[in-house]
T-cell receptor, first 109, second 118 residues
Framework: GQNIDQPTEMTATEGAIVQINCTYQ??????LFWYQQHAGEAPTFLSY??LDGLEEKGRFSSFLSRSKGYSYLLLKELQMKDSASYLC??????????WGAGTKLIIKP | GAVVSQHPSRVICKSGTSVKIECRSL??????MFWYRQFPKQSLMLMAT?????????EQGVEKDKFLINHASLTLSTLTVTSAHPEDSSFYIC??????????????FGPGTRLTVT
C-alpha cells in the first residue's frame, strides 16, 4: 500500500530552526510537496521537489532523497506565525496526491 | 499562480437538507478537479476525482448518491451534499489540476468550505 509518515507534533522556540521529516512509500513518484495549513484554512503550497537535493526558498528549505524515500522541510528563524500544520504529499504514478497526516508545529516564545 | 475559488466559504444547514458547493478555476482551465474533506486534526481525504464532461470517480467508502459531483465545464465543478446529516459536518476543499507547457501537472487548491449540519 501507499504510506506517508511524518511526526504528529513538534515544538520549537521562536527564532530557532526546526526540521520536519517525511518518509514515503508510494506506487511511483512524480514529485513531493510540502504544504502549510493554518487551523480552519485550506493548505497553501510551500515547496516542490522532484529531483534529489535541497530547494531553498527564503526561510523555508525542502530536501529530497528519492533513493531513501525521504524528505524534510527546514524552517529557519522561526516566527510565531509559523505555528501551523505542515503536510507532506507525494504525487504517485497516476499523478494523484498521497497525503501524510500532517505535523502540527507549535512555536513557543 | 493560478486561483481556485470556492463558494460558499461557510454554510450552516439543517439536517435533511441539501447543500451545493461550487469550485471554480478563475484563470485557467482545469481538466481534472478533486474534492477532499478534512476532519479536525486530520489530513485531507480524497473523496472523488472528476474530469470535465465525464462521471466522477469516487474513492472507496464515499457514497456517490450522497455526494453528487458535477464537472460540466473546464472551470466549474460542484459538490452537492444531499440529505445532509451532522456527521457530514466537515471542511470540504476542492483542487483543480491543469497541465503545464512542460507536460507536467500542477494542482491548485481552493480556500475550502466549512459545512456545519445542525
Amino acid at each position: 500500500g501507499q504510506n506517508i509518515d511524518q511526526p504528529t507534533e513538534m515544538t520549537a522556540t521562536e527564532g530557532a530552526i526546526v526540521q520536519i521529516n517525511c518518509t514515503y512509500q508510494t506506487s511511483g513518484f512524480n514529485g513531493l510537496f510540502w504544504y502549510q495549513q493554518h487551523a480552519g484554512e485550506a493548505p497553501t503550497f510551500l515547496s516542490y521537489n522532484v529531483l534529489d537535493g535541497l530547494e531553498e526558498k527564503g526561510r523555508f528549505s525542502s530536501f529530497l532523497s528519492r533513493s531513501k524515500g525521504y524528505s524534510y522541510l527546514l524552517l529557519k528563524e522561526l516566527q510565531m506565525k509559523d505555528s501551523a500544520s505542515y503536510l507532506c504529499a507525494v504525487r504517485d504514478s497516476n499523478y494523484q496526491l498521497i497525503w501524510g497526516a500532517g505535523t502540527k508545529l507549535i512555536i513557543k516564545p | 499562480g493560478a486561483v481556485v475559488s470556492q463558494h460558499p466559504s461557510r454554510v450552516i444547514c439543517k439536517s435533511g437538507t441539501s447543500v451545493k458547493i461550487e469550485c471554480r478555476s478563475l484563470d485557467f482551465q482545469a481538466t481534472t478537479m478533486f474534492w477532499y474533506r478534512q476532519f479536525p486534526k486530520q489530513s485531507l481525504m480524497l473523496m472523488a476525482t472528476s474530469n470535465e464532461g465525464s462521471k466522477a470517480t469516487y474513492e472507496q467508502g464515499v457514497e456517490k448518491d450522497k455526494f453528487l459531483i458535477n464537472h460540466a465545464s473546464l472551470t466549474l465543478s460542484t459538490l452537492t451534499v444531499t440529505s445532509a446529516h451532522p456527521e457530514d459536518s466537515s471542511f470540504y476543499i476542492c483542487s483543480a489540476r491543469t497541465s503545464t507547457s512542460g507536460g507536467y501537472y500542477e494542482q491548485y487548491f481552493g480556500p475550502g468550505t466549512r459545512l456545519t449540519v445542525t
